[in-house]
């Protein structure tokens, strides 16, 4: 009786690895069932960057913006139904958050190579935030895959639990630290901001009201930004937006953290050491980077038969 146990235990294991399913995610995932997909993200995310270099930023925020509301699954491409309200429409998304043409492409495109859809839009987010950071000059790292998307998505949620650039020290710890990351993580991932830009709305207060900033820098956020209206105007996070390096962490020891959240990272805390490390250690910042980015991709994964492969990535199936 123990042996039949055994082996029927066997076959049910062997079912559930040949149908992919997994409880836990490995880079692997893809390899026999579509080798082709991921070399073929990889060409549509460099076309886009290509296109535009901005995209690249665009592409890494949407993967943080994903996991940071109730793990990674792809709940930030869901448009609003009946049963809920997009998080598109959240604060720190609406007139915001973009890209998501290109992740619609990435879909088309790697269902069209793999026969069928086999690859899931969350596993698409992971590996376009990836191959966009290897296209701005930044590091590589193995995407842990397997990842299923949710059939829900949360607005309310979305607008707790993203961090807010008006945050200081202690919030931006406790915020990180409920999704399971830890400082070093914290400093790391906002190393993001290496790339991209920044609405006129959010750095307002920071340029006009705030005395730990250089005031050159100030006088220079003014001309782009005005005390009143322009909200939607853009500035760089650092000198460099579309280059993955070093000049964000130079920036802060200096002084010219853009938003409020930024210098708050070098401000007399408990950060200042790891930001004046990675201002002049381009290695020690991109392993790091590397590392947190795979911790971040293994917030709360859907897998096994949790949540679905969606046919589009808007949409529940």
């Known amino acids: 009786m123990g042996s039949y146990n055994f082996c029927i235990a066997v076959l049910v294991m062997f079912n559930l ?13 893809y390899a026999k069932v579509c080798p082709q997909a991921l070399p073929t993200i990889k060409q ?6 290509k296109q535009e270099r901005r995209m690249g930023a665009s592409l890494l925020r ?12 792809a709940s930030i491409l869901l448009d609003s139904t ?40 969350a596993d698409i987010l992971a590996v376009a935030a990836r191959d966009s950071v290897v296209a701005l000059g930044g590091p590589s790292w193995e995407v842990q895959l397997g990842r299923r998307d949710s059939t829900t998505a949360s607005e309310s949620k979305a607008n707790d639990d993203i961090p807010s650039p ?8 406790n915020s990180f630290k409920k999704q399971g990351l830890n400082v070093e993580d914290l400093v790391a991932l906002s190393g993001g901001h290496t790339l991209g830009l920044s609405q006129c709305r959010l750095f307002k207060n920071r340029i006009y009201n ?13 001309a782009t930004c005005p005390p009143n209206g322009g909200d939607s105007k853009l500035a760089p996070l650092d000198p460099s937006p579309a280059s993955f390096d070093t000049n964000y962490f130079s920036n802060l020891v200096s002084k010219k953290g ?19 490390t990675y201002s002049k250690n381009f290695g020690a910042f991109s392993k790091d980077f590397a590392s947190s980015m795979i911790k971040m991709g293994n917030i709360k994964p859907l897998t096994g038969k949790r949540g679905q492969i969606r046919l589009d990535c808007k949409k529940v199936n």
Request: with cysteine; hydrophobic share 40%.
């Open 62 to 73: 949407l993967h943080f913006h994903d996991c940071f509301v109730n793990g990674c699954d």
């Open 44 to 49: 549509v995310v460099g076309a886009a960057v």
């Open 210 to 222: 705030e005395t730990n900033i250089d005031p050159n820098f100030a006088h220079q956020g003014r």
């Open 258 to 276: 853009l938003l409020h959240s930024d210098q708050a990272l070098y401000n007399g805390g408990q950060t200042d050491y790891l930001v004046k």
């Open 17 to 29: 690895s040949f149908m992919g399913i997994s409880a836990s995610l490995n880079p692997y995932f």
């Open 82 to 121: 009946s049963a809920f309200t997009s998080e598109k429409n959240a604060l720190p998304n609406a007139n915001s958050a973009r890209g998501f043409e290109v992740i619609d492409r990435i879909k088309y495109e790697v269902d069209k190579v793999c026969g069928w859809p086999v690859v899931s839009c």
């Open 166 to 173: 008006f945050m200081d020290l202690p919030e931006l710890i």
